[in-house]
């Protein structure tokens, strides 16, 4: 491949990283690069080319491999100009997908980490957040997580909510427990009053669930998505 097309290659694929990146002025702060640098590299009529040196900064900044930058990936930016100072809404560089269980399943967390083998799920979901553990969807069912109208947080039934094992259960989060008499998973935020925890529904009407050596914190929620 010519110079010439591996630089045209290059361009292409950082205006790219740029637009996802949320703009140029993020996209030099994240290269460690001074906006007007970039502007110059990446405008409507670039003054200068990017190096072999800067792309492979630049793949090294965004956890792209050594040389991604130089190959036409199909990726295409369909826009009908440029302009360096004004961009299209960031879009997320990874996405990631994680199963759907069942409240049952999500029992099995706190035992075996997944509830079945990897590919073997029978529904997954996507999101752009990277979890610190081992993470599933799990559907809410009932309305104890419901607040009262105009109350926020509120959690209706069918909302899909992302818990993340990876993260500490501390007061305040809305979490995923194992009820350890019951052997039941309950969604409920978990709270700190006069020494004592307890799950704590986001509706009045239920009461407050006592914890200590009776219950396992399997996950901490940390993403909502609802359906209509």
Known sequence: MKMKE???IRLENARLLAKQA??????AL?????????SRVMGSNPTKNIG???ARHIEACFGKQSGWLDYDHGIRDTSDSYDANTMPIAQPLRYYRYPV???????????????????MEERQETTDYEAKG?????????????????????????TLVLVDTGINPAPGKLVVALLDESNETTFKKLILDGGQRYLKALNPAYPLIPINVNCSIIGVAVEAKTKL
């Open 6 to 8: 591996i630089t045209q």
């Open 30 to 38: 994240k290269v460690d690069r001074e906006p007007t640098q970039m």
């Open 101 to 119: 269980v069942s409240e049952a399943q999500a029992g099995w967390f706190a035992e075996c980490v997944v509830p079945y083998p990897a590919g």
């Open 52 to 54: 072999s040196k800067l």
């Open 22 to 27: 949320g703009g140029t002025t993020t996209f």
């Open 134 to 158: 081992s993470a599933f969807w799990l559907e809410v069912t009932g309305d104890s997580m419901t607040a009262p109208l105009g109350m926020l947080p509120s959690v209706p039934e069918g």
